[in-house]
């Protein structure tokens, strides 16, 4: 496996990517309408466009010419981060069979790299607070929880998000 700088003509299978990742660890988590709902052409566009936003990095765990995983990632959106300060993983998925295989560790440390590299001094990781496993793997990689927490609703259902945190 290989972890490389995304390539816009990934977007297909880091869609492939997203949509199965979400159907598998979001279920019983998300209504279950939102899951049936989403599509990789959509999603593929939704990737496309943020390629072109500047600042914004995708890196992928290529196993023999397939992408297994993704890292998205960048400056932070949230509006208490210090500019040039705070760095954001604003997506990590990979297929359920890559987990448990250093694969999403590898991506991890890859954004982690390329932010410092970027002067970033921490990074934060929102996550919806059902997700135990995708907490534990932050807690694991050095993140704590800080006190921020935002509520998303999909498809009417209102979802909790933590923040974790992490030096860099």
Request: charged share 30%; glycine share 8%; net charge negative.
């Amino acid at each position: 496996m290989m972890i490389r700088a995304a390539k816009i003509e990934d977007c297909r299978e880091i869609a492939q990517v997203t949509v199965s990742s979400w159907k598998t660890t979001y279920r019983g988590q998300v209504p279950d309408s939102y899951l049936d709902d989403l599509s990789v052409p959509r999603r593929e566009e939704g990737w496309r466009d943020w390629f072109t936003h500047e600042g914004k990095e995708f890196l992928v765990a290529d196993e023999n010419g397939r992408i297994v995983g993704f890292v998205n990632f960048g400056h932070s959106l949230d509006e208490d981060a210090t500019p040039g300060k705070t760095g954001e993983v604003y997506a990590i998925y990979l297929y359920t069979e890559s987990q448990g295989k250093q694969v999403g560790k590898s991506l991890w440390n890859g954004a982690m790299q390329r932010l410092r590299e970027r002067g970033f001094s921490e990074a934060t990781v929102w996550v919806l607070d059902t997700n135990r496993l995708a907490r534990e793997f932050y807690e694991r990689r050095g993140g704590s929880l800080d006190e921020a927490q935002k509520v998303l609703n999909i498809d009417g259902q209102d979802l909790l998000e933590v923040r974790y945190r992490v030096a860099l």
